[in-house]
Nanobody, 118 residues
């Protein structure tokens, strides 16, 4: 596994969590970084993207609640999740995608489980 995701857990509705994903510098230096999630019985969905220049894109369902950021010095991407809802419960996966740089490669982390429940 090239990417290591962590930070998931059980949180009450309205609470917050921060997910982290760390990997080798050679991956971070050439990749756009994404967080995806997959809930039981549902398709995996793209939650947030941050490109090398720092621009970000969010799914409508998490906009204004989630923040993606990257620390190039630490080869780490974060997903700050606030005002969590039960429907945010899922396994969250980080993903590095180098295809926009002309490199036909993607890497995936192992997933970290987020459960939002009272």
């Amino acid at each position: 596994v090239q990417l290591q995701a962590s930070g998931g857990g059980l949180v009450q509705p309205g609470g917050s969590l921060r997910l982290s994903c760390v990997g080798p510098s050679y991956i971070f230096s050439i990749s756009d970084m994404n967080w995806h999630r997959q809930a039981p019985g549902k398709q995996r969905e793209l939650v947030a993207t941050i490109v090398a220049g720092g621009s970000t894109v969010y799914a409508d369902s998490v906009k204004d609640r989630f923040t993606i950021s990257r620390d190039s010095a630490k080869n780490t991407v974060y997903l700050e999740m606030n005002s969590l809802k039960p429907e945010d419960s899922a396994v969250y996966y980080c993903n590095a995608d180098a295809r926009s740089r002309g490199v036909d490669k993607q890497w995936w982390g192992q997933g970290t489980l987020v459960t939002v429940s009272s």
